[in-house]
């Protein structure tokens, strides 16, 4: 792991000079409130007045075809650095760009420089863009980079994110949020110092299928909710990888997969976990789990009376469900949790009849909808729908899951500080 030196006064002064654009992209909130959202040329800064919208040519039979909402010119998207060249970045971030309408890739950080010109050629990132992990301070001088999007291994989040913080950056950090609660309450800690947004990437919050199915929840399609059950599995390879690494990883199963079972029920319920209860396996003759578990199972209950089941593996083939049921209705996602495919359904009596009904939503790139809900929060001075608060309490949650998995009993958690997820959630939505 590499180690960060503290930041130096330069490269402090370095920032503090570079263009208006970046200014009111990058300084406090107070600031940034200041900045007006007419940009000079007339259009709004997310280049809404920009719509073409083209006469209807079909019959009134036919849907109707919607141009797609503008897009903002290059010279005026916000530019992310993306930290760690590995699966993520390369095979679902770096693509995303592309489906992005606010963002472009600025700047590139690994300790693989052969890599990182080859991916700075193909998205055209300027050679002077590339950096690594010795250079990533110099990140506070290059005034195309508003975000720094970390995509490290999960025991390198805090420090990177830290010290992005202090070079003033905007952050957008991969889930887990770190290795643990503590970890986690520094980094809110030194982006609220620093005056920057931290947003947890939780992608499955801005998809489609999981808007609607939490949009049915609210509107009181499924009643009162009574039961979720949820599993994110898959089979893990490589013996010798960081995720089964307890340093770098945290944790095995729990905080990469199951982690998606925790905040899907937080999400879409709108409640927090009260207790929990939690069984784990680690068998350790097998090469791959000396460190980390296999398998879990956990509980949690809710004050309300719901009760989530959840389970995750790194031993069992990819399995991604997920069911909530209420008392007049249950709705299922299979597969949930994917990059692409995910599928939802719900049943209810409909008519005297118990009736299946599939919405057909148009699949979108989740990366881009996140990275665009950062760059418009940024651009309109808005908190992110899901904060660092967001990613402390998942750890909160693991850390009584493993708890109780430990110790065999029922551990309590404690309620998230600040406002209720449910006020959350109308402020961000
Ligand atoms: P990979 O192992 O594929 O890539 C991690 C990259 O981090 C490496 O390629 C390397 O990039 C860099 N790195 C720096 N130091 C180390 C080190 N000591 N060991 C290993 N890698 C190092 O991981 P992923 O891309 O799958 O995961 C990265 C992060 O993204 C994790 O936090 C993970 O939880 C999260 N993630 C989120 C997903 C989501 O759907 N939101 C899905 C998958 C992962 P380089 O060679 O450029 O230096």
């Not at 009134?60 to 530019?79: D, F, I, T």
């Not at 970390?150 to 390198?156: D, H, K, Q, Y």
């Amino acid at each position: 792991m590499s180690s960060l030196g503290p930041l130096s006064r330069r490269s402090f002064l370095v920032n503090a000079s570079t263009t208006a654009v970046t200014a009111s992209l990058c300084s406090p909130p107070t600031a940034r409130a200041e900045v007006s959202l007419q940009a000079n040329d007339g259009t709004d800064q997310l280049g809404k007045q920009n719509k073409v919208q083209l006469s209807q040519i079909h019959g009134p039979s036919e849907q109707n075809e919607m141009a797609p909402e503008p897009s903002l010119p290059a010279n005026k998207r916000v530019g992310f650095a993306v930290v760690g060249l590995g699966r993520l970045s390369i095979n679902q971030i770096l693509p995303a760009f592309g489906a992005s309408k606010h963002c472009k890739p600025a700047a590139l950080v690994s300790g693989d420089r052969a890599k990182a010109m080859k991916i700075a050629a193909q998205y055209g990132i300027p050679e002077s863009s590339i950096y690594d992990y010795k250079t990533y301070e110099q990140l506070a001088a290059n005034p195309s980079v508003h975000v720094i999007y970390i995509v490290l291994p999960n025991g390198m989040h805090e420090e990177y994110v830290v010290h992005g913080a202090k070079m003033r950056k905007h952050i957008l950090c991969e889930k887990p949020m770190a290795n643990s609660s503590v970890e986690a309450e520094r980094m809110i800690d030194a982006c609220s110092k620093a005056g920057v947004k931290l947003m947890i990437a939780y992608r499955q919050q801005y998809e489609p299928h999981n808007r609607a199915l939490r949009k049915l929840i609210t509107d009181g399609e499924l009643g009162r909710l009574r039961g979720f059950l949820s599993t994110n599995s898959q089979q893990m390879g490589d013996p010798a990888h960081w995720r089964l690494n307890k340093a770098l990883a945290g944790g095995g199963c729990l905080p990469d997969v199951g982690l998606y079972c925790v905040n899907a029920v937080r999400f879409l319920s709108g409640e927090e976990p009260v207790r929990v209860s939690a069984q784990i396996w680690q068998p350790k003759d097998d090469p791959r789990f000396k460190e980390v578990e296999a398998s879990m199972s956990f509980t949690m209950h809710f004050t309300s009376g719901l009760q989530a089941t959840c389970t995750t593996s790194y031993d069992t083939h990819k399995s991604q469900s997920l069911r909530m049921e209420g008392t007049d209705a249950w709705a299922e996602m299979s597969p949930a949790y994917a990059y692409h495919g995910n599928k939802l359904k719900w049943s209810k009596l409909d008519k005297g009849k118990e009736t299946q009904f599939v919405p057909q939503l148009e699949e979108k790139d989740q990366f881009a909808l996140e990275m665009d809900h950062l760059a418009e929060c940024i651009l309109k001075d808005k908190p992110p729908h899901t904060p660092g608060e967001e990613g402390l309490q998942d750890h909160r949650v693991m850390e009584a899951i493993y708890e109780a998995a430990k110790t065999g009993r029922l551990v309590e958690i404690a309620p998230p500080k600040g406002p209720t997820r449910a006020q959350e959630l109308q402020q961000t939505a």
